[in-house]
């Protein structure tokens, strides 16, 4: 498990739910229309709202931002989102509960080098930690957390030199970054490994876990899995690159990034945790696909059941076609749905069947009076 930080007064990592993130697209010097879309985000589920910083300006203007949401009644933590600025992330970190930086760019500059000796290399890595040095003094004098965010798009020319575009690049760019921060006795971090490519992102968040974990480290993981595009093949990419993570045991905090309003990506996030066991927000249908064997009107069936109990958040409701292998199937659900003969429903609770052969016009109604009377 990761060790827990406070972001604000959000709690991230060390068996914290998996909070779910997103970022706002409005132009940062746009208060009011920057406040607007971080609070519908809020509204539909948004834990952390993340707002670009790209100068000391814009930096300035999240202490404008912080206020107005404030006197707006909402307290989210937000993270300013750097780049190439380390004078912006400075001023940031005064002012929100979080800064992202990326170890690309935050202190090397490209300029077509390609190769480095190892004295240029190791002289590079002492400039990362001057640079960061007044960073993380501000960060600790404010409680402030940092993300170490890297991108696959944005590796140094020095790591590339040295590992190539590679999740190993990926891993030991945001390595090098973690060595600075603990050297400086500063751990509110949490680290990042995002690609486009699903299988960069799950490659190099894994290889950087087993490295951080080899080192006796445990930050918490942001994962999400960048220009995923929108509509159906972004929320697909997301849901394979975040899941297989989850599933690994891997992940404290989720964004899924759409080429959508950002207040789009809540309801997915939500699904996904759902989705392979990481954060149950709605109860969890087990629906078979129907077969021959079905004799009753299923599709319906299941709709109608869906709309019905959509406030039983974590109850498992099983909805199976037929006698034969239906109650077999319904795996671990909590009541079962299943049809017995023409038009005929049998209600299960666990295994055990509760009634026999209802009419499909009852049975929902009959479904939800059980559900209903074993909750009171
Ligand atoms: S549970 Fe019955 S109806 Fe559903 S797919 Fe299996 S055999 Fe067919």
Do not use: W
């Not at 290889?207 to 995923?228: C, N, Q, R």
């Amino acid at each position: 498990m990761s060790r827990q930080i406070k972001i604000g007064n959000l709690t991230l990592g060390g068996g914290a739910p998996v909070r779910v993130q997103s970022m706002t697209n409005t132009d940062t010097m746009d208060t009011r229309a920057t406040v607007e879309q971080a609070l519908r985000m809020v509204e539909a589920g948004c834990e952390l709202v993340r707002i670009t910083a790209p100068d000391v300006k814009a930096a300035e203007n999240l202490g404008r931002i912080k206020e107005e949401l404030l006197k707006r009644g909402c307290e989210v933590p937000l993270v300013a989102d750097i780049h190439f600025n380390p004078k912006a992330a400075e001023v940031a970190a005064t002012l929100v509960e979080k800064v992202r930086v990326n170890p690309g760019n935050y202190t090397d500059r490209n300029t077509g080098k390609l190769e480095f000796t190892e004295r240029e290399y190791n002289d590079e890595l002492k400039r990362i930690g001057e640079r960061m040095a007044s960073l993380i003094d501000i960060c600790k004098r404010h409680h402030t957390a940092m993300r170490i965010g890297t991108n696959h798009g944005s590796l140094s020319e020095r790591i590339m030199s040295r590992y190539g575009n590679s999740p190993e690049g990926m891993a030991q760019s945001a390595i090098e970054f973690a060595r600075v921060c603990e050297e400086q006795d500063y751990h509110d971090l949490v680290f990042s490994m995002k690609a486009s490519n699903v299988k960069v992102m799950v490659d190099s968040t894994r290889l950087f876990v087993s490295k951080m974990h080899a080192m006796g480290m445990d930050y918490p993981i942001h994962l999400g899995v960048t220009e995923a595009g929108d509509g159906m093949q972004g929320r697909l990419k997301s849901a394979a690159g975040i899941g297989a993570l989850l599933l690994d045991g891997i992940g404290d905090t989720i964004r899924v990034s759409l080429t959508e309003d950002p207040e789009k990506e809540m309801p997915i996030a939500y699904d996904i945790l759902q989705a392979v066991g990481a954060r149950i927000t709605q109860p969890e249908y087990i629906a078979c696909p129907s077969c021959g064997r079905t004799q009753y009107d299923i599709q319906k069936a299941l709709q109608e059941i869906k709309a019905k109990t959509v406030h039983l958040v974590g109850v498992k409701i099983g909805v199976m076609g037929c006698i034969v292998n239906g109650p077999g199937e319904m795996a671990d659900a909590d009541y079962g749905y299943v049809g017995s003969g023409h038009g005929k429903i049998t209600l299960y609770k666990g295994k055990e069947v509760v009634k026999r052969d209802i009419d499909q016009k009852d049975a929902v109604e009959e479904l939800v009076k059980l559900i209903e009377n074993d909750r009171l």
